[in-house]
């Protein structure tokens, strides 16, 4: 199975500054089709997982351009510029280039 | 608009086998999959395994000898049954449309005697 390792934050973040949270994959998620098989997502206290990020990169419908994915076949980033109080939660990486699909253990956002 | 609805028994003796459905509504299921994904409470999120638009399966491989999942695309529902449950089963289960932009609202289950 891929495994899923993600960074922590120095939480709080205070209001209004960026957030960087790290994911590893211990394999590349870079397709020969040229996609990488990562998602992000934010699951707030208390709801359902939201998808942020897919393809690495591609921001979900309705998604904040605050928020932005980078990386490469195994070291990834999601980004979250002038962070805001509704962004507090877990945020959580996702590889779907095989089965089964795996997540990282989350990263939690708290702001100040 | 896309929804899906999970429900079930909230509470599950140890031992016993779990039956859980999603109902969904504004997309068809032979067109999209469906995956089911747990999180015991305080703790993260574990995919269980998937049901394709095709109506094939794939599974995580730590449930795979307890864990089936199918459907029933005429009444737009897809079913996971897991046996031999333990306490560690216990968890919010939430099942989702392929591709992770929908997800259920989730339902709580205990395992407990």
């Known amino acids: 199975d891929i495994v899923m390792t993600q960074g922590a934050l120095p939480n709080p973040v205070p209001s209004g500054e960026s957030a960087s949270i790290t994911c590893q994959s211990s394999?590349?998620?870079?397709?020969?089709?040229?996609?990488?098989?990562l998602n992000w997502y934010l699951q707030r206290p208390g709801q359902s997982p939201q998808l942020l990020i897919y393809w690495m990169s591609t921001r979900a419908s309705g998604v904040s351009d605050r928020f932005s994915g980078s990386g490469s076949g195994t070291d990834f980033t999601l980004k979250i510029s002038s962070v805001e109080a509704e962004d507090v939660g877990v945020y959580y990486c996702q590889q779907f280039l095989e089965y089964p699909l795996t997540f990282g253990s989350g990263t939690k956002l708290e702001i100040k | 608009q896309v929804q899906l609805k999970e429900s079930g028994p909230g509470l599950v003796q140890p031992s016993q086998t779990l039956f859980l459905t999603c109902t969904v509504s504004g997309f068809s299921l032979t067109s999209y999959g469906v995956s089911w994904v747990r999180q015991p409470p305080g703790k993260g999120l574990e995919w269980m395994g998937r049901i394709q638009n095709g109506g094939s399966t794939d599974y995580n491989s730590a449930l795979k000898s307890r864990l089936s999942i199918s459907r029933d695309t005429s009444k737009s529902q897809v079913f996971l049954k897991m046996n031999s449950l333990q306490t560690e089963d216990t968890a919010m289960y939430f099942c989702?449309?392929?591709?992770?932009?929908?997800w259920g609202q989730g339902v709580m289950v205990t395992v407990s005697s």
């Open positions: 989702a449309r392929s591709s992770g932009t929908y």
């Open positions: 394999k590349s998620l870079l397709h020969s089709n040229g996609k990488t098989y």
